[in-house]
């Protein structure tokens, strides 16, 4: 039989030498004793030219695919089992409900961690499974009446193959055709870019996207099977789109997942959905600072602009600025097929994880404005083939693309602007700097950071050790509305007005209270906040009495969603935030002091990172020339830093050595912090 089909190959393909069919060839011998699978559905098809076509096709872009093997996580099969029960008998997530089901498993299981390991497509997939799956996807594009115009390029590309970044279920085609049925019956008149719509919002509103519980709360729960992505609709962005990827293939939308190493200015990489076919930006996103204030603002969609709008983000000290969107470095298509100039093809030495994928394609020009640049570089002879450029992360150094370096410079092409770049080599997992870091201008000008003809300034005021983000400044306008009272009858029959939160609080703010009547009761109401607002939230609350003697007392109120209780608003921590349930009829919180007392101030903390400088607490203040280098450290006075005689043009970071983690790197810039 196998000496047939080669027979046959050899006939099919009559350059036997090309990429193609060594491609092919290659992927059966690695697929060792599963290779009679394979040729199975080859021999199934032998008589139907597209379907054998699509058969090859499948085949020889499988090397390195794989799947996760489910016996290996069945310790946290619990988790799942327990999320999909509650989904089904709920439709949705109601109050953030997925950490407390995630939290009493973690109590009464708190060993139960998976060990994740993977099985080779080729050596493992069934030629039942194949077979079906390819004969479902010829039925769909045949006969779904928004395929007509689908070609059988595109349908192999996008809608054929099973799997997306290693992840699929044997049946999820059955699964899709099933759930969108009725759907399917009122939409024969639509675009399948249309049908693509509907179903990705549809999903949109079902699958939840939820990085904090899977990368901070309870790591370790991903991955997960498909099975498990499908009935229990929860996961970070990676398998939401893999979820949404399967979904449209299923039913004749071509579709394929987007990606980026690193953020320009934020860390972690994102994931997103491409329709194949969807019309040419017009406005391709230019990584410009600027605030949402309307619909003709949306470059591409929300991953790139939080479209929220709000008039109190006005109200900020003029020391700061908001960081309204992120910025994207490159923009890469995570395909089935391989990509024949590839890094992972074509490299000899160790290369960084992300290029290890052999289907990224770079189409950074489809999305955001770039340039092509050439490098400055400094030495003639390189340690490594490659050289990279690299974003920075909260601490480290992220490759997100990389050239071929030639003699002192090296020419990245499709590079975003606005963004700050190291070029470096990768050896053993670290990242050696190569040359100057600098920032990608709209012009395309490089701005480097060489400290040969650094100037020094004679002093610089810090006042945050992160940018002040979009999203922390609406959680901080969320309070705005608050009603502060005081009383003294138990049923608040008395209460009379003292404050009312009327702009937008940077990070904390305070007032007084100027009577010498003694009260027992401080109320806080916050029912009438504006809806265009988030959601009020706040992180703590201090009363003062006399000789600014801190008052205790019992607190009560509405009662706060999951971990975000009633108690963190006293906890003394100015990063853990009460959020009140919504759903309950009034809003409030009411600190009983036990006895009538005179109250002097009281400071509030709104929901926040927790990122500006902080009284007391103790900083270092680096700058980089080839690493980073201390400038000294100190502690922080009246809420900021104030430092002399330090470099000019240069880039700097602030570490808090008190608390706190996030950090990231910024110019000083006509005395304001510019980050980057």
């Keep these: 039989m196998r000496t047939i089909l080669y027979l046959f190959l050899i006939i099919l393909f009559p350059s036997c030498l090309s990429n193609q069919s060594k491609q092919l060839e290659k992927a059966f011998e690695l697929a060792y004793r599963n290779r009679q699978e394979l040729e199975k559905i080859s021999e199934y098809c032998q008589n139907e030219p597209d379907k054998l076509s699509a058969v090859h096709f499948l085949i020889k872009n499988m090397t390195g695919k794989q799947v996760i093997d489910s016996n290996s996580i069945k310790n946290s099969q619990l988790y799942f089992d327990a999320l999909t029960f509650y989904f089904n008998n709920q439709g949705r997530y109601k109050n953030d409900i997925q950490y407390i089901i995630c939290d ?165 990489s994102h994931f997103w959905t491409e329709i194949i076919g969807d019309e040419h930006i017009d406005n391709l996103y230019d990584n410009t600072q600027r605030p949402y204030v309307s619909k003709n603002d949306i470059l591409v969609d929300n991953i790139f602009w939080k479209n929220t709008y709000s008039p109190a983000l006005k109200n900020i000290p003029p020391y700061t600025s908001i960081q309204y969107c992120r910025t994207i470095p490159k923009v890469y298509r995570v395909n089935y097929e391989i990509q024949q100039n590839c890094l992972a093809l074509r490299a000899k030495e160790e290369i960084p994880d992300f290029f290890r994928n052999p289907g990224i394609e770079d189409i950074t020009d489809k999305y955001i404005v770039c340039k092509d640049i050439e490098v400055p570089l400094w030495d003639n002879k390189h340690k490594k083939e490659y050289v990279y450029l690299c974003c920075y992360d909260d601490n480290n150094w992220i ?101 009312t939160i009327e702009k937008l609080p940077f990070y904390e703010d305070s007032f007084k209270i100027p009577t010498n009547k003694k009260y027992r009761y401080l109320v806080c109401e916050f029912q009438n906040t504006p809806t265009f607002q988030d959601p009020f939230s706040i992180a703590e609350i201090k009363v003062f009495g006399e000789n600014q003697q801190q008052l205790e007392g019992k607190l009560t109120g509405t009662k706060g969603i999951s971990d975000n209780k009633l108690e963190n608003v006293i906890d003394g921590d100015r990063v853990s935030f009460y959020q009140p349930n919504k759903s309950e009829k009034q809003q409030y919180l009411v600190f009983d002091f036990g006895k009538s007392s005179k109250i002097e101030k009281v400071e509030f903390y709104p929901r926040s990172d927790d990122n500006r400088i902080v009284t007391g607490e103790l900083y270092e203040l680096f700058y980089w020339d080839k690493k980073w280098i201390s400038l000294g450290r100190q502690y922080g006075k009246e809420n900021r830093l104030a430092f002399h005689n330090i470099p000019q043009n240069a880039l700097f970071r602030i570490h808090n050595h008190t608390r706190g983690k996030e950090h990231r790197p910024f110019t000083y810039e006509e005395g304001k912090q510019v980050w980057w």
């Design 104 to 268: 009493s498993i973690k109590q009464l299981y708190p060993y139960a961690e998976s060990r994740p390991l993977y099985l080779l497509d080729l050596q493992h997939i069934s030629s039942d499974f194949l077979i079906h799956h390819i004969n479902y996807c010829f039925h769909v594009w045949q006969q779904y009446p928004w395929c007509k115009d689908i070609d059988f390029d595109t349908f192999s590309k996008f809608i054929l193959p099973y799997t997306t970044s290693n992840c699929y279920w044997e049946q999820a085609s059955d699964f899709f055709e099933q759930k969108y049925a009725a759907l399917r019956d009122t939409v024969s008149h639509k675009s399948y870019k249309e049908i693509g719509k509907i179903i990705s919002e549809d999903i949109d509103k079902t699958f939840v996207q939820n990085w904090v519980l899977f990368s901070q709360k309870h790591k370790g729960l991903l991955p997960t099977t498909f099975k498990n992505l499908a009935t229990a609709q929860i996961g970070t962005c990676l398998e939401a789109n893999i979820y949404k990827i399967a979904a449209l293939r299923a039913n004749g939308i071509p579709a394929t997942l987007n990606t980026f190493p690193n953020w320009g200015n934020a860390n972690s």
């Design 399 to 499: 490759p997100v693309c990389w050239s071929i370096p030639r003699k002192k410079q090296a020419l990245f092409t499709k590079v975003g602007v606005n963004v700050l770049y190291l070029p470096a080599y990768y050896e053993s997992g670290a990242i050696i700097p190569a040359g100057d870091a600098f920032i990608l201008k709209e012009d395309g000008e490089l701005k480097c950071f060489s400290q040969k003809a650094s100037k020094n300034e004679t002093s610089a005021t810090f006042y945050s050790k992160m940018p002040y983000r979009q999203h922390t400044a609406l959680q901080a306008a969320g309070t705005i509305g608050t009603r502060f009272s005081v009383c003294n009858n138990k049923d608040l029959s008395d209460s009379l007005n003292v404050y």
